[in-house]
């Protein structure tokens, strides 16, 4: 409610969601660049545990993820429910609650990556104490989200609330199975599965994970942004509801492909790759809405940073999700399965899709939330390009690499020996480490001037008081619409 | 087992085939239009 007693939206909370994001994308991208820096000169963790590699990786991981990505979410996913629903927050002092606390368990989290206490899962690292709580956030985070819907006063639920729901479902039942165990001290626990049962539940989130939380999570962010930057609806309403089903269903049967030619049934990593190659239409179609809904608007391409930002992460998440099933065929993982194709693949999605799309929304949304202009439309433009560069030349230098890595390792002598060692093949890659490095310093500046131009934008600035808007009559709850039945588009019942 | 999870994967596939194509089906056109229209009339 605000000072006169009128419903307003919670918008506060989504600007401090937002400022949070851009504290840990700040943090945790300068942890990345200094682990790129650390392939070079291995001497920088200067004999300190706590600067290893193997320590500072998951924190640079989990911030990302959970600090910059999932921040992000919340932020946007509180934003857009409120105006899809025409209705304020479902409890809000529980969203700041999860606002607060998550901030504080990822914080409190990564210190303990750092103190050597992990739970060796990737992605997963935190040890049970903050599984617990997170979960007990990710509850709240859906309580909020779901009693919004459920109270809404528009008769559709948007296409955009299907993936933020898909999220928050798949991810707190991922989490969960995942992460059962038996623990032993405050800061050690084992894992409830033992050996291949252990690997295939491990990736089966960790797939995941990256299915419903780093792209359906952000495509709810698209099908709700994308619209409202270019002035278009989507494309086709249509194919964004059957690319969800088609999304969610394909989705999570792939995670074995990360285990190929490993201690489990053959039959479950052709079942893997066969999934994977079909999780490309579902992936592409909502590739494609997105291009297809800006096509009317592409003048407004040539002014708008955000929207730029938006539509190359479109094509990021286009070549990522092809790329993806790609290496999902057995043929081509017995190439690029660990090796730095991998890291080239993940970035292409992480820079290119995660990043930029998230970069574009805040340029769209920093602005509307505090009522004022961009602070500098020139820095934003300045950011795209080298956020562009960046990424360019990150997913470039760890394909040469990767692809050099997979068949130098593959090649044997006459003898069938090996014929080049590890490290012969690792004192290959220095030079493609030091373009990575350059292109993460490259990416890193970018966001770092984003980073300015929104405190800029945010100086002095309150968010400002938003009164929700009356619903048009064909989307009232007592309206019919106009199919015969008594439906909503998206395919269950109103 | 094999088998029997095979049979269960066919019956989701199937399932879930039907639900892409009543999804695809139920609704005309316009309400699809209609719902795309909501991020564009919420302010």
Not at chain 1, 42 to 47: A, E, N
Not at chain 1, 336 to 339: D, E, G, L, N, V
Not at chain 1, 418 to 421: A, I, R
């Given at each position: 409610m605000s000072q006169n007693g009128q419903e307003i939206y919670h918008d506060r909370v989504v600007t401090r969601l937002i400022q949070f994001s851009l504290v840990w994308v700040v943090v945790a991208m300068a942890v990345g660049v200094f682990l790129a820096a650390e392939f070079i000169w291995?001497?920088?963790?200067?004999?300190q545990f706590w600067l290893s590699f193997g320590r500072i990786r998951p924190l640079h991981t989990n911030g990302i993820i959970f600090g910059f990505g999932v921040s992000a979410l919340m932020a946007t996913g509180f934003y857009s429910v409120q105006r899809t629903s025409h209705i304020p927050l479902f409890m809000p002092k529980l969203a700041w609650f999860c606002c607060y606390a998550w901030q504080l368990v990822v914080l409190l989290g990564g210190l303990s990556l750092l103190a050597g206490w992990t739970s060796s899962k990737e992605y997963a690292e935190f040890e049970w104490p903050f599984d617990i709580a997170i979960a007990i956030i990710w509850v709240c985070f859906g309580i909020v989200f779901f009693g919004t819907i459920a109270n809404r006063r528009i008769r559709p639920i948007y296409v955009s609330n299907w993936f933020y729901g898909g999220l928050i479902i798949v991810i707190a039942m991922l989490h969960i199975v995942n992460n059962l165990a038996i623990p032993v001290t405050i800061g050690k626990s084992y894992s409830l599965y033992a050996g291949a049962q252990d690997a295939v539940v491990q990736w089966w989130y960790g797939h995941n994970a990256v299915g419903f939380l780093l792209t359906g999570g952000f495509l709810g962010m698209m099908y709700y942004f994308l619209p409202k930057q270019s002035g278009q609806p989507i494309w086709s309403y249509r194919l964004s509801v059957v690319s969800f089903w088609a999304f969610t269903y394909s989705y999570?049967?792939?995670?074995?492909?990360?285990?190929?030619?490993?201690?489990?049934?053959e039959w479950v990593q052709s079942l893997a790759m066969v999934m994977s190659l079909i999780l490309l239409a579902p992936s592409w179609a909502s590739m494609i809405n997105g291009i297809m809904t800006v096509s009317k608007a592409w003048e407004k391409l040539r002014t708008d940073p955000a929207l730029k930002f938006i539509v190359m992460s479109l094509a990021f998440y286009g070549l990522a999700t092809f790329e993806g099933p790609m290496m999902a065929i057995r043929s081509v993982n017995v190439v690029?399965?660990?090796?730095d194709w991998t890291i080239g693949h993940v970035h292409s999605g992480a820079l290119g899709w995660n990043a930029m799309i998230t970069y574009g929304t805040f340029y769209y949304l920093v602005p509307k939330l505090v009522g004022c202009e961009l602070y500098s439309k020139k820095m934003a433009n300045m950011h795209f390009w080298l956020a562009l560069a960046g990424t360019m030349l990150y997913i470039l230098s760890m394909w040469a690499a990767g692809v050099s890595q997979g068949l130098l390792w593959l090649s044997v002598d006459e003898f069938g020996q090996?014929?080049?060692?590890f490290r012969e093949i690792m004192a290959a890659m220095s030079s493609y480490y030091g373009l990575r490095l350059i292109a993460g310093l490259i990416f890193f500046v970018g966001t770092l001037l984003m980073g300015w131009n929104l405190f800029m934008t945010m100086r002095g600035q309150k968010t400002i008081e938003v009164i929700p808007g009356p619903v048009a009559e064909k989307y009232r709850i007592n309206s019919k619409p106009e199919s015969a039945d008594d439906h909503i588009g998206t395919g269950v019942p109103a | 087992m094999t088998v029997f999870i095979f049979a269960g994967d066919m019956l989701v596939m199937l399932f879930m085939i039907g639900l892409v194509m009543w999804v695809t089906t139920k609704d005309g056109k316009e309400v699809g239009q209609d719902n795309a229209r909501i991020p564009l009339e919420d302010d």
């Open positions: 291995p001497g920088l963790d200067f004999g999570i049967w792939a995670g074995p492909h990360h285990l190929h030619y490993n201690s489990i049934p690029s399965h660990f090796t090996l014929s080049f060692s | -």
